[in-house]
């Protein structure tokens, strides 16, 4: 199984910035993707923003411009560098990556591997 350890989280003010990393182990290939979700208390789980392994990157509207997401130095680890804050941002923060994988011309098989969450608050 992929094991995804998150890093970076915490309280800081509105208008600061946090930079959250991920790192993915037990799995020596290149993940399809890796990304962002989080969740508030009350609300469902949302994207915050996916990068893919050909170098896509996909944000939701409300992170957009603020938001910044990259590869790391190190096989399949990705950061979010987090600017302009609010407490709309309050959330834990979970790291997601994709595999997939299946014999060459046969059929792919998708399976979604998540983190532990790490604590963003802003305050306000």
């Known amino acids: 199984q992929v094991r995804l350890v998150e890093s970076g989280g915490g309280l800081v003010e509105t208008g600061g910035s946090l930079r959250l990393s991920c790192a993915a182990s037990?799995?020596?290939?290149?993940?399809?993707?890796m990304g962002w979700y989080r969740q508030a208390p009350g609300k469902q789980r949302e994207l915050v923003s996916i990068l893919t392994s050909n170098g896509t990157t996909m944000y939701s509207d409300s992170v957009k411009g603020r938001f910044t997401i990259s590869r790391g130095s190190a096989k399949n680890t990705v950061s979010l560098q987090m600017n302009s804050l609010g407490p709309e941002d309050t959330a834990v923060y979970y790291c997601?990556?994709?595999?997939?994988?299946?014999?060459?011309?046969?059929?792919?098989?998708?399976?979604?591997?998540w983190g532990q969450g790490t604590q963003v608050t802003v305050s306000s």
């Open positions: 997601h990556a994709r595999r997939v994988s299946g014999p060459i011309g046969g059929p792919l098989s998708e399976n979604d591997f």
């Open positions: 037990n799995w020596i290939f290149t993940l399809d993707r």
